[in-house]
């Protein structure tokens, strides 16, 4: 099978995890959580940055930052992973989707306004499948109607808005290093602020609620969401590859639309999203396909050993969060989507095999 994702490590990885065991910092202190913390945050260019187990954490946590508690609404989109909609229900308060827009797949800002009510605390832009949200127009809204923007940047490591890095516009911004984004650490998160009491209550919130000047002191109810020296020590050694795995992406995206450029002519497929404003990192390369079932597809590509992956599933369509309002654009673009094998160790002749077989069912 030629796989949707892949690690790609050398011998700094293999170093660098090799260290802490060695040195028997294997658990959440050491000197490898705050040299990734550092270099991450000023990789984004924000001041603050605090690292986590996931990325579910990550958002949960800056979430708690903001004070989200029951009662509160959080805007989420209605089409997304589900972690950033089910840390909105981890602080008892309520998800309140919003269709995206059909040219990035993005939250829609002009559809946000609808949805604020006096309850409503907070929106939550997820940069889907490495497209920057239109950031300006969130923004805008988040000032005139008070409310707090953390970014869901856990697909989108690198990418810009506008010149700007992903993971700089929000009062809190999130991202993941699972085993299958842009760079990786196994589990692990980080949240960047350039808020210093945000910052402080994440430390509190993710080291149990102790007090930084009393140990065993605890002063809310908190949780464990550390990150490992381990996994710090494998996120610092990917970090110094982001920029190489960032243009390899582009590369792969790039000979993607080049092998399929008569398929998109012909209307069979819409490929990946690119705005004018945005420079992508394209964490899975995506398409929609506009005339055969996506899901016959996909079982003719594997038989091909072609790995691909349905695009999520809009989660009011879901059991935790169903509901009879519809959100087109996000049940069209699911119901059409397939993420193609977009690892940094795929070779020119792959994508060219994968275009051909595509071609050949279509
Ligand atoms: C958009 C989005 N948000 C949040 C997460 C959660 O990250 P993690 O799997 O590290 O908890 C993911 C990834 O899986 C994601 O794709």
Redesign the pocket.
């Given at each position: 099978m030629i796989p949707v994702a892949e690690p790609y490590f050398d011998e700094n990885e293999f170093n660098n995890l090799l260290e802490t065991i060695k040195t028997g910092w294997i658990s959440s202190k050491g000197e490898f959580i705050s040299r990734f913390e550092q270099a991450f945050a000023k990789y984004c260019n924000m001041k603050y940055s605090s690292s986590t187990?996931?990325?579910?954490?990550?958002?949960h946590l800056a979430l708690l930052a903001v004070g989200i508690k029951p009662g509160d609404e959080v805007i989420v989109p209605s089409l997304?992973?589900?972690?950033?909609v089910n840390t909105v229900r981890y602080c008892g308060a309520k998800p309140v989707f919003v269709d995206v827009n059909k040219d990035y797949w993005g939250i829609d800002p002009e559809k946000i306004k609808n949805k604020i009510t006096k309850k409503t605390k907070a929106i939550i832009p997820?940069?889907?499948y490495g497209h920057p949200c239109d950031m300006e127009s969130i923004l805008e809204i988040a000032k005139k109607y008070n409310l707090y923007v953390i970014e869901?940047?856990?697909?989108a490591h690198g990418a810009e808005y506008k010149g700007k890095k992903v993971g700089s516009f929000g009062d809190i911004s999130?991202f993941?290093?699972?085993g299958?984004?842009n760079i990786i650490t196994g589990?692990?998160?980080m949240c960047l602020t350039n808020n210093e009491k945000f910052l402080e209550k994440i430390n509190l919130f993710k080291n149990h609620g102790m007090s930084k000047k009393k140990r065993y002191w605890h002063e809310v109810v908190g949780y464990n969401y550390r990150m490992t020296n381990m996994q710090a020590a494998v996120g610092l050694a990917q970090l110094k590859k982001l920029d190489k795995f960032i243009e390899k992406k582009n590369q792969i995206a790039n000979l993607y639309r080049h092998y399929l450029k008569d398929l998109i002519n012909q209307g069979l497929i819409t490929p990946h999203p690119k705005m004018p404003w945005a420079k992508n990192v394209i964490?899975l390369y995506s398409i929609l396909i506009n005339s055969k079932s996506r899901d016959e597809i996909m079982k003719k590509l594997a038989e091909k050993g072609i790995d691909t992956r349905p695009l999520?599933y809009p989660i009011h369509q879901m059991p935790p969060y169903k509901e009879k309002n519809k959100y087109p654009i996000s049940e069209d673009i699911s119901r059409r989507g397939i993420s193609l094998p977009s690892s940094v160790k795929l070779k020119k002749e792959e994508i060219e095999y994968i275009c051909n077989e595509l071609r050949n069912i279509l």
């Open positions: 187990s996931n990325g579910t954490t990550a958002l997304t992973f589900i972690a950033p997820v940069h889907l869901d940047a856990a697909e999130c993941s290093f699972f299958n984004k589990e692990g998160g964490w999520f």
